[in-house]
């Protein structure tokens, strides 16, 4: 028996790779926030024409130009998060209010390959009160941001 | 076969006693990974081919992937048998064996930073800073191993051995999970299987010949 010819074997077989370390497209990520708009007075679906989200904590816009129904991120370094809702946003008639959204932070562990996505517990909603506000109320039907097949919040305008 | 029918006592020395060694494979460890350990090696041979094992160590690794940062501490210890295959030469006392462990290990796992699996780029993507602590972690395992052990002055042992760990048990923290187990080495997800190897320089006790 010859034992280099062992010890080489040895040292190639200690080389395995192990391609753990990938996240698969299909894990869903840290859910976002359902939102529905409703007709403040016979409460059915009402659109929203040229909505503008943004944030004082964030560089990015969203945009949608006309829906009933969006999908917003929350910050999950913190535990609120600030919008600014405009609406009618390319025209003069703009109109804009600042939502502070309060929530719960709960960390969940996904795999090495993707790491940890957050839920969120919503505790509250507030619409900061201006001259015009364009958001007359709001409901939370669903406290637990843990997936995304329905709405979290109604927004009556 | 080496025969012995003319067995002349001066010829015939088959060494028993006990030996205490090193793994020096987690020195050179320390020299290229962010790892400390340190591992002890013992046995004694009990029967012409048979021999007790013992394996005393402990493993400090911190893993730092693209979302996670995680530092394991602990001690091990694995002890089982090494079966030698090799049909030495008259004099000669070198192995290439066969083995079984069982091995426990207590280890504490502190998960120091980690990323949110986030798509969405709306919110600048800051790693969450939250330092905790899983202590008084335990885990179980068996490892088939095969090496060898060649003597290369008297007395002086050096051997290598490759490990097949097979998991049995482990403590896995509340929504985390343990990348790697002190003795186990690297464990990989949906997978009970790890691996090791060992490099080793062992000395002979000379104690009992027969």
């Given at each position: 028996?010859?034992?280099n010819?062992?010890?080489?074997?040895?040292?190639l077989?200690?080389?395995?790779?192990?391609?753990?370390?990938?996240?698969?497209?299909?894990?869903?990520?840290?859910?976002?926030?359902?939102?529905?708009?409703?007709?403040?007075?016979?409460?059915?679906?009402?659109?929203?024409?040229?909505l503008?989200?943004s944030?004082?904590n964030?560089?990015?816009?969203l945009?949608?130009?006309e829906?009933?129904?969006?999908?917003?991120?929350?910050?999950?370094?913190?535990d609120?998060?600030k919008f600014?809702?405009?609406?009618?946003?390319?025209?003069?008639?703009?109109?804009s209010?600042?939502?502070?959204?309060?929530?719960?932070?709960?960390?969940?562990?996904?795999?090495?390959?993707?790491g940890?996505?957050?839920?969120?517990?919503?505790?509250?909603?507030?619409?900061?009160?201006?001259?015009n506000n364009?958001?007359?109320?709001?409901?939370?039907?669903?406290?637990?941001?843990?997936?995304?097949?329905?709405?979290?919040?109604?927004?009556?305008? | 076969?080496?025969?012995?029918?003319?067995?002349?006592?001066?010829?015939?020395?088959?060494?028993?006693?006990?030996?205490?060694?090193?793994?020096?494979?987690?020195q050179?460890?320390?020299?290229?990974?962010?790892?400390?350990?340190?591992?002890?090696?013992?046995?004694?041979?009990?029967?012409?081919?048979?021999?007790?094992?013992?394996?005393?160590?402990?493993d400090?690794?911190?893993?730092?992937?693209?979302?996670i940062?995680?530092?394991?501490s602990?001690?091990?210890?694995?002890?089982?048998?090494n079966?030698?295959l090799?049909?030495?030469?008259?004099?000669l006392?070198?192995?290439?064996?066969?083995?079984?462990?069982?091995?426990?290990?207590?280890?504490?796992?502190?998960?120091?930073?980690y990323?949110?699996?986030?798509?969405?780029?709306?919110?600048?993507?800051?790693?969450?800073?939250?330092?905790?602590?899983?202590?008084?972690?335990?885990?179980s395992?068996?490892?088939f191993?095969?090496?060898?052990?060649?003597?290369?002055?008297?007395?002086?042992?050096?051997?290598?051995?490759?490990?097949?760990n097979?998991?049995?048990?482990?403590?896995?923290?509340?929504?985390?999970?343990?990348?790697?187990?002190?003795?186990?080495n690297?464990?990989?997800?949906?997978?009970?299987?790890?691996?090791?190897?060992?490099?080793?320089?062992?000395?002979q006790?000379?104690?009992?010949?027969?």
């Amino acid at each position: 028996m010859n034992l280099n010819r062992l010890f080489i074997l040895f040292i190639l077989i200690s080389f395995a790779c192990e391609p753990d370390d990938i996240c698969l497209d299909s894990y869903q990520d840290t859910p976002k926030m359902i939102i529905r708009f409703y007709d403040q007075d016979n409460k059915q679906p009402k659109n929203v024409k040229n909505l503008q989200i943004s944030s004082d904590n964030s560089e990015e816009t969203l945009f949608f130009s006309e829906t009933d129904s969006i999908s917003i991120p929350l910050d999950h370094t913190t535990d609120t998060s600030k919008f600014i809702f405009t609406i009618n946003s390319s025209n003069s008639d703009s109109n804009s209010d600042n939502i502070f959204i309060n929530y719960n932070r709960n960390p969940i562990y996904i795999s090495v390959g993707c790491g940890f996505i957050m839920n969120f517990d919503l505790n509250d909603l507030i619409i900061e009160s201006d001259q015009n506000n364009w958001i007359k109320s709001f409901k939370i039907n669903n406290q637990n941001i843990n997936s995304e097949t329905a709405k979290h919040i109604e927004i009556h305008h | 076969m080496s025969s012995q029918s003319e067995s002349d006592t001066i010829y015939v020395k088959n060494k028993y006693g006990i030996r205490a060694g090193i793994d020096l494979s987690k020195q050179i460890r320390m020299l290229t990974e962010e790892y400390s350990g340190l591992s002890l090696y013992g046995d004694i041979k009990i029967k012409e081919r048979l021999f007790i094992v013992a394996e005393l160590g402990n493993d400090q690794k911190t893993i730092e992937t693209e979302n996670i940062n995680s530092k394991l501490s602990g001690s091990y210890i694995k002890t089982g048998f090494n079966y030698n295959l090799y049909n030495n030469l008259p004099g000669l006392n070198n192995e290439i064996y066969v083995g079984l462990r069982y091995s426990q290990s207590l280890f504490k796992n502190e998960l120091i930073d980690y990323s949110i699996y986030n798509k969405d780029r709306f919110w600048n993507d800051q790693r969450i800073l939250e330092y905790k602590e899983f202590d008084n972690l335990k885990s179980s395992w068996i490892e088939f191993v095969v090496g060898f052990n060649s003597e290369i002055k008297n007395n002086l042992f050096m051997g290598l051995s490759l490990r097949l760990n097979r998991m049995l048990k482990q403590d896995i923290p509340e929504n985390f999970t343990n990348l790697f187990i002190p003795g186990f080495n690297k464990v990989t997800e949906n997978n009970n299987f790890g691996t090791g190897i060992t490099y080793s320089v062992i000395y002979q006790i000379p104690i009992i010949k027969k």
